[in-house]
């Protein structure tokens, strides 16, 4: 789903993370880097995805989206079963295109799931 939504093969990120397309950011602190426009962890016992935009844009289809936990940037489910896989796709799919959009403009600024509004 995530290689559909966004254009990209799966690249690992780190131990375990698989992420799909890339984005730049740049910080008024100085730090830079590029971070994966969206992504998942296939964890024993949970899947995380990323919502690189932060959960709080998202509080509609995550009232949709079935039994799961989430922090500022991740949902959590133990089982696909536990949830409508179509609002986990357009979850998906508006976080990538938001993050794409952004990402546009150039380097992106702040980090988004730390602001209310995602931008």
């Known amino acids: 789903m995530m290689m559909r939504i966004s254009g990209h ?11 799909f397309g890339t984005y730049h950011y740049t910080y008024d602190s100085g730090r830079e880097g590029d971070g994966h426009t969206i992504g998942f962890y296939p964890r024993k016992g949970k899947i995380t995805v990323y919502l690189m935009d932060g959960t709080a844009r998202h509080a509609e289809l995550l009232a949709r989206l079935g ?4 922090t500022g940037y991740c949902i959590y489910i133990k089982r696909l079963s536990d949830i409508e896989l179509p609002v986990l796709e357009q979850l998906v799919r508006e976080s990538c295109d938001f993050i794409e959009s952004l990402a546009q403009q ?14």
């Open 106 to 119: 150039g380097p992106i600024r702040n980090i988004l799931w730390k602001t209310e509004s995602g931008g």
């Open 9 to 19: 093969e799966p690249k690992l990120w780190n131990v375990g993370t698989l992420g």
């Open 67 to 70: 039994k799961h936990t989430g």
